[in-house]
């Protein structure tokens, strides 16, 4: 049975910082490139970072980029997210989604952390 788990998230003032993580099992986790999303009520689920396979190819949304850093650690089959100089807008819910990169479709997806950022 494949599981996502994403954890780290919560309440955090404007300027702040968070770290969420994606624990993945189940899954042959060097097989799949590693994907964090967002949703906010109301709209469509959005791209927020992605990290390749191998961990050598990066993707950022540009209203993230500068601020966030995606990583994956491969001995414990985790990815991380790295969220800095958060803004109010950056409050939603965030996913991590494993995509197989052949296809480039979403094969699994955690249930979602909040992040909620106050201003």
């Known amino acids: 049975q494949v599981q996502l788990v994403e954890s780290g998230g919560g309440l955090v003032q404007a300027g702040g910082s968070l770290r969420l993580s994606c624990a993945a099992s189940g899954l042959t986790f060097s097989s799949y490139d590693m994907d964090w999303l967002r949703q906010t009520p109301g709209k469509r689920r959005e791209f927020v970072a992605a990290?390749?396979?191998?961990?050598?190819?990066?993707s950022y949304a540009d209203s993230v980029k500068g601020r966030f850093t995606i990583s994956r650690d491969s001995a414990k089959n985790t990815v991380y997210l790295q969220m800095n100089s958060l803004k109010p807008e950056d409050t939603a819910v965030y996913y991590c989604?494993?995509?197989?990169?052949?296809?480039?479709?979403?094969?699994?997806w955690g249930q979602g952390t909040q992040v909620t950022v106050s201003s």
């Open positions: 989604a494993a995509r197989y990169s052949s296809t480039n479709t979403y094969e699994y």
């Open positions: 990290m390749n396979v191998y961990g050598g190819r990066t």
